[in-house]
């Protein structure tokens, strides 16, 4: 299920993530809210366990239109809806990171950071070098 916040409020969500670490980089005065996917934390949670309690930082987690459009996002992104995350995790590589979100259903491999999602659908692709 996808809730919406309020942006710039820190409100803890899980064990180990508050609602601000997912708000828009943008500073629009219209961009107001941040949308959350319960599925996308619970599969991060799962990757903490997985990363044995490695640090997880979002580095980019929801996006209004307006700021996806300014980073070239794409126009149907899942980081639109609340469902997508871009992430880093401290000490590992985003080789090893990526290799441990093969359960995400969106799995997006790039030189700095590893987006994962959780669409609906298997979905890869690689950026590395661009």
């Known amino acids: 299920m996808i809730h919406e916040y309020v ?13 601000d670490e997912f708000d828009c980089h943008c500073k629009r005065s219209s961009c ?8 996308l934390i619970n599969e991060l949670e799962h990757l903490r366990d ?4 490695k640090c997880i930082t979002i580095v980019s987690g929801y996006r209004c239109a307006a700021h996806n459009l300014e980073v070239k996002g794409k ?4 980081h639109l809806i609340g469902k997508a995350a871009d992430i880093e995790v401290e000490d590992v590589d985003p080789d090893n990171v990526a290799r441990a979100c093969e359960v995400f259903d969106g799995l997006g491999r790039y030189d700095d950071f590893t987006h994962v999602d959780v669409r609906g659908y298997c979905s890869r692709w690689d950026y590395r070098g661009e």
């Open 32 to 39: 107001i809210v941040t949308y959350i996917d319960d599925d």
């Open 50 to 53: 997985r990363l044995e309690d």
């Open 75 to 78: 126009p149907g992104s899942m």
């Open 7 to 19: 942006k710039g409020e820190k409100r803890k969500i899980s064990d180990h993530f508050s609602t």
